[in-house]
Protein backbone atom coordinates (compact mmCIF):
# COMPACT_ATOMS: atom_id res chain seq x y z
CA UNK A 1 0.00 0.00 0.00
CA UNK A 2 1.44 3.17 -0.93
CA UNK A 3 1.72 5.84 1.18
CA UNK A 4 2.92 9.71 1.72
CA UNK A 5 3.81 10.94 4.86
CA UNK A 6 4.32 14.65 4.77
CA UNK A 7 5.59 17.02 7.81
CA UNK A 8 7.00 20.24 8.46
CA UNK A 9 4.54 22.89 7.51
CA UNK A 10 3.56 25.74 10.13
CA UNK A 11 3.72 29.65 10.53
CA UNK A 12 6.88 31.78 9.98
CA UNK A 13 7.46 35.34 9.29
CA UNK A 14 9.00 36.96 6.18
CA UNK A 15 12.54 35.98 5.66
CA UNK A 16 12.26 32.80 7.79
CA UNK A 17 12.49 29.22 7.12
CA UNK A 18 11.14 25.62 7.04
CA UNK A 19 11.84 22.04 6.16
CA UNK A 20 8.89 20.01 4.77
CA UNK A 21 9.00 16.25 4.41
CA UNK A 22 7.35 13.63 2.97
CA UNK A 23 7.97 9.71 2.77
CA UNK A 24 6.77 7.56 0.15
CA UNK A 25 6.68 4.24 1.30
CA UNK A 26 5.09 1.01 0.24
CA UNK A 27 6.96 1.08 -3.50
CA UNK A 28 9.80 2.79 -5.17
CA UNK A 29 9.24 5.85 -6.75
CA UNK A 30 10.84 7.19 -10.03
CA UNK A 31 9.66 10.78 -9.29
CA UNK A 32 8.90 13.00 -6.52
CA UNK A 33 7.88 16.68 -5.95
CA UNK A 34 6.16 19.33 -4.14
CA UNK A 35 3.39 21.38 -5.08
CA UNK A 36 1.53 23.91 -3.70
CA UNK A 37 -1.96 25.68 -4.09
CA UNK A 38 -2.99 29.05 -2.59
CA UNK A 39 -6.51 29.75 -1.89
CA UNK A 40 -8.03 30.69 -5.12
CA UNK A 41 -5.43 29.85 -7.30
CA UNK A 42 -4.78 26.35 -9.13
CA UNK A 43 -2.42 24.08 -8.13
CA UNK A 44 1.62 24.14 -9.27
CA UNK A 45 4.68 23.04 -9.02
CA UNK A 46 7.16 24.15 -6.66
CA UNK A 47 10.06 21.59 -7.03
CA UNK A 48 10.34 17.70 -8.51
CA UNK A 49 13.44 15.86 -8.48
CA UNK A 50 13.69 12.58 -10.53
CA UNK A 51 17.10 10.57 -11.07
CA UNK A 52 18.69 13.23 -8.90
CA UNK A 53 17.74 16.36 -10.60
CA UNK A 54 15.66 19.26 -9.43
CA UNK A 55 13.39 21.24 -11.30
CA UNK A 56 12.33 24.72 -9.47
CA UNK A 57 9.22 26.97 -10.43
CA UNK A 58 10.71 30.30 -10.79
CA UNK A 59 9.40 31.71 -8.54
CA UNK A 60 11.30 29.73 -5.82
CA UNK A 61 14.60 29.27 -7.56
CA UNK A 62 17.55 30.57 -5.21
CA UNK A 63 15.30 30.20 -2.45
CA UNK A 64 13.92 26.79 -2.07
CA UNK A 65 16.14 23.60 -2.79
CA UNK A 66 15.01 20.06 -2.42
CA UNK A 67 16.67 17.07 -2.00
CA UNK A 68 16.05 13.13 -1.57
CA UNK A 69 17.02 10.31 0.89
CA UNK A 70 16.86 7.83 -1.45
CA UNK A 71 17.27 5.08 1.11
CA UNK A 72 14.13 7.07 3.27
CA UNK A 73 12.07 7.21 0.17
CA UNK A 74 11.83 10.65 1.60
CA UNK A 75 12.66 14.04 0.12
CA UNK A 76 12.92 17.38 1.21
CA UNK A 77 11.86 20.96 0.38
CA UNK A 78 14.40 23.29 2.31
CA UNK A 79 13.09 27.06 1.99
CA UNK A 80 14.97 30.02 3.09
CA UNK A 81 13.81 33.30 2.29
CA UNK A 82 10.17 33.13 2.46
CA UNK A 83 8.06 35.60 1.67
CA UNK A 84 3.65 36.34 2.37
CA UNK A 85 2.86 35.01 -0.98
CA UNK A 86 4.37 31.49 -0.57
CA UNK A 87 1.48 30.74 1.82
CA UNK A 88 -0.48 27.95 0.36
CA UNK A 89 -0.74 24.35 1.40
CA UNK A 90 1.90 22.31 0.30
CA UNK A 91 1.10 18.91 -1.06
CA UNK A 92 3.77 16.23 -2.20
CA UNK A 93 3.56 13.80 -5.24
CA UNK A 94 5.25 11.02 -6.01
CA UNK A 95 4.90 8.66 -9.29
CA UNK A 96 6.15 4.81 -9.25
CA UNK A 97 7.09 4.95 -13.37
CA UNK A 98 6.44 6.97 -16.25
CA UNK A 99 2.83 7.64 -17.14
CA UNK A 100 2.06 5.64 -14.10
CA UNK A 101 -0.75 6.43 -11.13
CA UNK A 102 0.40 9.59 -9.51
CA UNK A 103 0.56 9.36 -5.51
CA UNK A 104 -0.90 12.74 -3.55
CA UNK A 105 0.10 13.34 0.53
CA UNK A 106 -2.62 15.50 2.97
CA UNK A 107 -0.96 18.46 2.45
CA UNK A 108 0.61 20.95 4.41
CA UNK A 109 -0.54 24.30 5.50
CA UNK A 110 2.73 26.89 4.98
CA UNK A 111 1.73 30.63 6.05
CA UNK A 112 4.36 33.37 5.98
CA UNK A 113 3.08 36.39 7.68
CA UNK A 114 4.45 40.06 6.52
Known sequence: QVQIVESGGGLVQAGGSLRLSCTASGDTFW???????????QREVVASIR??????????KGRFTISRDNAKNT?????????????????????TRLGGPSYW???TQVTVSS
Not at 77 to 95: F, I, R
Open 31 to 41: YMGWYRQAPGK
Open 51 to 60: SGDPDYADSV
Open 75 to 95: IYLQMNGLKPEDTAVYYCNAL
Open 105 to 107: GQG
